[in-house]
């Protein structure tokens, strides 16, 4: 079985969420959250989730991308009961019952995604028509052999020296480019 998890390549997130998901969280698409909200009354950070988010189950925050991996039935069963645990807190389900079919639900439309080898990036734009949101899926795959994709590699290099130079960017700005008289 695979499940979708979020995952941060850069600090991003941090700046365009209210909240940022944790890198690793368990995550659904997350649009029941907005079934109440007025799209085009959203500002900021609000519709930017709105926009592009993916919800992080255990902080309940944003990710713009996600990543599917290997789960577990176990790992399923109990991202249904906290999410399920979630819509009779936070979002005022009506009984326990209506939110575990809800999280069922939710996490099964998660599972759906992710019909792409471990490791394919997904992210969503998701957008208001008519009154109903629609969402649209693309897919981030590594080329050639897979391997757990990172966003950056760091080497360390020994016995070259960076020539030090100094720039004057006023300098420059005032100074007429070559060929020009």
């Given at each position: 079985?695979?499940l ?8 991003s997130?941090?700046?365009?969420f ?17 079934a ?6 959203m500002?900021?950070?609000t519709?930017a ?7 992080g ?22 991202l249904?009961?906290?999410l ?19 999280a069922?639900?939710e996490?099964a ?11 394919t ?12 949101i629609?969402?649209v899926f693309?897919?981030l ?7 757990p ?7 360390e ?11 004057n ?13």
């Open positions: 079985m695979k979708i998890r979020t995952i941060r390549l850069d600090p997130d941090t700046f365009v209210e909240r940022a998901a944790e890198p690793g969280e368990w995550a659904v698409s997350g649009a029941f959250t907005f109440e909200a007025a799209p085009d009354a500002d900021g950070k519709r989730a709105f926009r592009s988010g993916f919800l189950i255990a902080s309940m925050g944003w990710s713009t991308l996600v990543q599917v991996v290997a789960a577990s039935e176990r790992d399923r069963a109990a249904v009961d906290t399920a645990n979630t819509l009779c807190d936070r979002f005022g389900a009506p009984d326990r019952a209506s939110a575990r079919a809800a069922e639900e996490v439309f998660a599972a759906s995604l992710c019909d792409h080898p471990v490791d990036l997904i992210a969503v734009r998701r957008t208001s028509e008519n009154g109903e629609r969402e693309r897919t795959q590594p080329r050639g052999t897979r391997k994709m990172r966003a950056y590699s760091f080497l290099v020994h016995g070259e020296e960076e020539a030090g130079e100094d720039v960017l006023a300098t420059l700005a005032k100074e007429k480019p070559r060929g020009e008289t």
